[in-house]
Each structure stands twice: as C-alpha cells, then as structure tokens.
C-alpha cells in the first residue's frame, strides 16, 4: 500500500528531503550562532560584576523564578498565560529536538520514547501544543484589542511595541500550527507495513487538523505533511534567528539572568568589582558614564526583560509623573546595544549616557524604594544600576541645586541640615521628657548595652524629635540598658550611598563604625529604617541592629508590654510600610502584629501595601530633591489610605512622617486623616500602672493586659 513518505525521503525539487533540511539547519545554526556571539560582544567588553558565588542559591533562584515562575501569578490573566505558555514549552523541548532530527534521519526516536513512552509524550505534546497555539491566539487578542495600560509606550520614550509582539506571537503560533499539521497529516495517511499507527490526543489541535484532513487524496496529505514540515522548520530557525533582535530574546537570556541574580535584598553594588576602597581614590573614573561601564549582568538584564511592563506599572516615580519609567531604562538601553553593537561592522561605542540616552531628571528622580525589582519576573535590577549613574554624574560634579546645600553640610557637620554636632542630642531636653526618661550618651564615662542609633532626621527635626522620644521610652520601658552616641553619632549615610555619593558615605561610615565600636555596645536599635538598612548592609563590624518596631513586637509577646484601648474607637488604622523596612528587609509583619495586639483598634489594608507598598516619596535623599512632578508620590498614598477607609495612617519611618504629614496638608485633608510614627502609638498606649483586663474591641478578642515594670 502507498503511504505518506517521510520528510526527509521526499524529493520535492532538486535534492532531497534530507538535503534541503541539512542545509537548513546548517544555516539556522550558524547564524543563531553568530547573532548569539555578536550579542555577547558588549557584554565582554562591560565592567566585572562578581556573581559566580553560593551556586546552590542561585540554582535556587532558577528553579523557583524560573521553573516555578513565582512572580508571574502577581498579575493574574497575564501570568497564568504566561505559566501555560512556559509549560507548553517546557512539554514540547524534546519533541521540537526530535522533530527537526527525523527531517534528516527518518528512523530517528528519542532515547527513552519508544513503545508506550512514546505515545503518551506525543499526548502530552499534542495537548502542549494546542495550548500554546490558544494561548498564542488569546495573547495577540489581547495585544489588539484589549491591551493592558501598562504595554503603552509614551511618546517620549519611542515608538509602540504592539507590532514586534503580535509579529512574535504569531510566528509561535505558526509554530504550533505547523507542528499539529504535519502530524495530522501524517496520521491521516495510510500507515507502511509495520509501522506503528501515531495516536493523536482527542481534542488536541492535530486530533482536529486530522478530522479535516481525513478525506483528502494521499497526494494531498503528502503536500500537507512535507509542506508543514518545511514550515516547521523555516519559522522555527527564523524565530530563534530573530529572537535576539527583541524582546523575545528573554527566552534565551532569562534563565541565565536568573542564576546570576542579585541574592541579597537592601545593598548596593560595590563602585568597582575587585577595586578595594583605598584604590577607588585613583580610579580616573567613577560610576556609570558610558555604556561599557555597566557591569556584564547589567547587560545581561537589558537582554532578558520582556517589556512586560510590571515594574513600571508599580513604580512611584512614574506613577505621579517624574520623567522616570524604569522599563525605558532598560528598553532604551537594549535599543542602544542593538545600534551601536551592529551584527556586521565595528561597534560604535563610547558616547556619554547622560543627555544622550538618560536625562539627569530621569536618573534623580528615583526614591531607590526597590518596587520595580519587586514586581520583575525575570529579577531585573534598577536599584544598582541607577546609583551607578549617580556615581558617574557625581564623579563629573553634576549635583542637582537642590542637594548641594545638604550635601555640603553632611561633609562639614554630619547631617543634611548643617546644624552643630553639639545640639545632636538636644531632643532629650525637652523638659517633660528628661524628668521621665533620662537618655545616656555613651562618651566613654556612661556604658550601656544597646546603642539607640537616632540618625539625622529624628535628632534635628522639631516635629520628628518625637519619634525619637517615643523611642527611648518603649526602650526604657522595656528595661533596656540603652544609651545614644550623641555628638558622636553623624549621619548614617544611606541616603548619601543611594544618592551615589561614596566616598562621603564612606567617610560618615568609618566615623561611626569607630564611635559604636568604642561605646562598646552589643546590639544596636534604630527607628529609621534606612539607618536599620545602613546598619544591616551598608556597613560591617557592628553589632547586630533591630529596628524599634521588631523590639516592640516580641516585648508584646514576652509580656513586657501591653497596651490599653485606644480612645477613638470610631478610628481607622491603616499601615504604610516603608520601603527600607517592608521590601528591602521584609519586616512586614511585626509591625502589624503590634497594631492589632491594641485594644479596640480597627485596622485596614490599603490595596498596596507590605511588597507592593507605595513609596511615600523619601528615599535617595529626595527629602531635599525638587523632582519634575504632576503629584507628590505622599499625596498618592495618603489619596490610597482614604480610599482604604483610614483616617489614621501609621508608619514606622520618619522620613514617611514628613512625607505623609506634608501630603495631608496638601491633599486637603488636615482634620479628616492623621499621621503618627508606630513607636509614638505603642508608646501612647503602653500599659505603665496597674493590670488591668480589657476587651480587643474591634477583634472581638479578649486580651489580659498585665503592667509592664
Ligand atoms: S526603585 Fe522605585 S522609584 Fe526607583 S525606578 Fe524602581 S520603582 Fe521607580
Ligand atoms: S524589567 Fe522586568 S518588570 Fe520591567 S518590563 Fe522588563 S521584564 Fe517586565
């Protein structure tokens, strides 16, 4: 009986089947190849970056990241797409392996898919391939017709992406379509002698092409088979081909990417890899100024990101209008690799980024509050590669006005606000305050176990000085052996370090490192969360640091502090997690453990909030930045909490109070939402006399509150 003869049998124009399709591959290979090497080029050429440690942790990142596709479900129609795509993909690895053998060795099967194991895979990958073919469809509908708001591409930042995508996902589409069509047509036909009739998944996409096909002539089966087969093969050599040119090439780059991510939250990058501090002074440049002085994983992120959109999307700085949209950082620089590193011709190189690609607004403009690295599924960063630019247009004397003034006053007098060392600890004056809780500076006379690390902002702002105060009491309360550096203590730098000022933070570091050192202390509390994250990351050899919201929660749970009822009961609580607490060092739950341990008091979430919280707009020095703005981010927030239902937003940060206290004010609801700090509220309603037993009100827990000294 005639039968359909196998692809690479054929003898369709001058040579065979088998030829045609070696030559195919041959040519596919070689110039996926070279796009691949020539795509590699900058990435040689780029800065070191030292990402080959704790290889199980990075192995880690790829399985969960990668394989399991963590982040993707965070939106939801768009990540279970994606997850079926992924899975799809995963299921039809080998059969696209095998498909393109048998076109030039017919008898090929793959070890351990003959017999039995062999037809259910091809259930499976008919099933896969049916998916991915729906999915395909779905997505360019999507694209088309109801595009998320997220996929625009604002004038300002180039031309709409929607043709490149549609082109992409209907290429894969072709794929699948080709793939089911040539094994329906196969099936279709009359099976040799002794050849195992191929089963086709009911339902799936080739058990349909099937159906249609099955009354059609052999000559035309033959036609369909040969004919999809050599589409198979073209679209799937032309997609890996054109896969780099775009944002497709994340299929490649992304598990790479992944492996090579960042593995700790809350620090910067060192200013050189390889370059000890004491060497960084002959540095002849600093930072990043030009493309090649990016780091190779930064490159690396460029070619991985799938303009999917998330991060700009939860970015606060684009949100309220700042010339800031971190998708454009690396879409633009993508776009920058692809011209000035051509597939044939000398690389163009050696342009200066800023005024160029990057406006000086666009790179001030970020808050360093870490939710665009948050959201990226591919785990993208942002953070790193900003403050190089910062470094660079520092290392080039390019301040922004608005910062020169602090700046200058942190190097002369170790806080932002250039005020005397000596009047560092005059919040402990206030009268009230020094009569019930005296505060010891640790000079050398005075020892105490705990180090209250105050920073800048609590020790100078009138209106902050209070936190300050909230503070000491919750740790004196507690029975903690504490004192403070006083005149000793400058700022801690954080801000300074994102800001891309490194030597002035190394210098305001070493000072301190030496005062905590010599005050002898064995653990360190803070209230500002970027002195916690100072503390934690930025600087080594100190003792261990916690910050006040973390003494609170497990003092609630010892039993040492327990709070009375709140008054208002008509009151509703809302908490705004600072970045440099909630997402960079994941402290989201101590804080809310402390807010519902008081009586009576009714909380809600707002609908960003713990790692998707909304930036209050303080971080990266922006206290004293005057950025390019439709909205302040803080009017935004406390905007969220009113809508949450709030009237009472608590933080635990003091740059948040500025924020959030000045957004009240001009958001125009002074009388109507207030702000207080997590360690004035816990010390508001700590419990100082007798026991007392109370009903948590709005829980509906009852709760025996015990004096706690
Ligand atoms: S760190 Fe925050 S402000 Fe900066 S780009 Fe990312 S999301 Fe935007
Ligand atoms: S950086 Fe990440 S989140 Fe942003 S567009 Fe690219 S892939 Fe998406």
Redesign the pocket.
Known sequence: MESIQLAAQVTPWLASGRTLFLIIHFLGITCFGYIVAMRLVPLLRAERDFRFDRPLDRLGKVLKFGLAQWKHPRYRTAGILHIFIFAGFICLVMRAFYVLIVGVSENFVMPGLSGQAGHIYNIITDYAATVVFLCMIFAIVRRLAFKPARYAVPEKFGKAHTADAVFLLALIAILMLADSLFAAARAAGPIEQGQAVELLATWSLPWMLKGLLSSSSLSTLRDFYFGAYLLHEVTFYFLLCYRPFGIQFHVETSLFNLYFAKLERGTVKPVKYGVSEEQLAQAKSIGVKTFEDFTWKHMLDFYTCADCGR?SD?????AVGRP?S?RFITIKARDYAFQHYPMFGKPTNHQPLIGNLYSEDEIWS????????EECPLLVE??DK?VDLRRGMIDDGNVPQSLQKPLKALESRGNPYGKMEKKRADWTNAKDFRQSCPVKTLDGKNHADTLYFVDSVTSYDDRIQSIGRATAKILDHVGDNFGILGAAEKDSGHEVRRFGEETLFMALRDHNVDAIKASGVKRIVTADPHTYNALKHDYTDVPPVEHISQVIAREVKSGKITFKPVENRDSVYTYHDPCYLGRHNQVYDDPRNVLDAIPGLKRVEMSRSRDRSF?CGGGGLMLFYEPKEEQRMGVKRVQMAAEAGANVIVTACPFCMVNIEDAIKVAGLEGKMTAIDLAELAEKQIVRESPVVEAKGAAGIQQESVAGR
Request: proline content about 10%; aromatic content about 4%; some cysteine.
């Open positions: 991060c939860n970015c606060p700085a684009n800031l971190p970020c808050t360093t509050c870490g939710a665009c690295e942002y953070i900003i930036c």
